[in-house]
C-alpha cells in the first residue's frame, strides 16, 4: 500500500536552515503530484509547497516565498523540502502528499509528519 515516510525534522535556530524529506513507497511516484504541508499548534493546515510530476515548483505561499523550495527525485521516490531562513512561525509539523489521479478520481496519501521547532 501506499506509504509516504518524513524525515529530517529537529530543532534550529532562526535564520538556520532544514531539508525535509519525504521516501515513498506502494505507488506511481513518478505521476504524482507531491505537496508540503505543515500545521502549527492550534491552528489549521497550510500548503506550503507543491512539486509536478516534472519537478516543476508552483506558487508558493508568501509566508514562505524566496526561502522554501520544494524538490523531487523520481529516481529515488522521494521529495525534498529546503527551508531556509527559518522563523520562529516555520515552527509546526511538516507533512508530504500524494496526489494521483486513479480511476477516474484524485487519491490522496499522506505521511505521518516530522516536527520542526524554530527557536533559540
Known amino acids: 500500500q501506499a506509504q509516504l515516510v518524513e524525515s529530517g525534522g529537529g530543532l534550529v535556530q532562526p535564520g538556520g536552515s532544514l531539508r525535509l524529506s519525504c521516501a515513498a513507497s506502494?505507488?506511481?511516484?513518478?505521476?504524482?503530484?507531491m505537496s508540503w504541508h505543515r500545521q502549527a499548534p492550534g491552528k489549521a493546515r497550510e500548503l506550503v509547497a507543491v512539486v509536478t510530476e516534472t519537478g516543476r515548483s508552483l506558487n508558493a505561499p508568501e509566508s514562505v516565498k524566496g526561502r522554501f523550495s520544494a524538490s523531487r527525485d523520481n529516481a529515488k521516490n522521494t521529495v525534498y523540502l529546503q527551508m531556509n531562513s527559518l522563523k520562529p512561525d516555520d515552527t509546526g509539523d511538516y507533512y508530504c502528499?500524494?496526489?494521483?489521479?486513479?480511476?477516474?478520481?484524485?487519491?490522496?496519501?499522506w505521511g505521518q509528519g516530522t516536527q520542526v521547532t524554530v527557536s533559540s
Open positions: 502528499k500524494a496526489a494521483l489521479w486513479i480511476n477516474s478520481r484524485w487519491r490522496d496519501y
Open positions: 506502494g505507488f506511481d511516484f513518478s505521476s504524482a503530484t
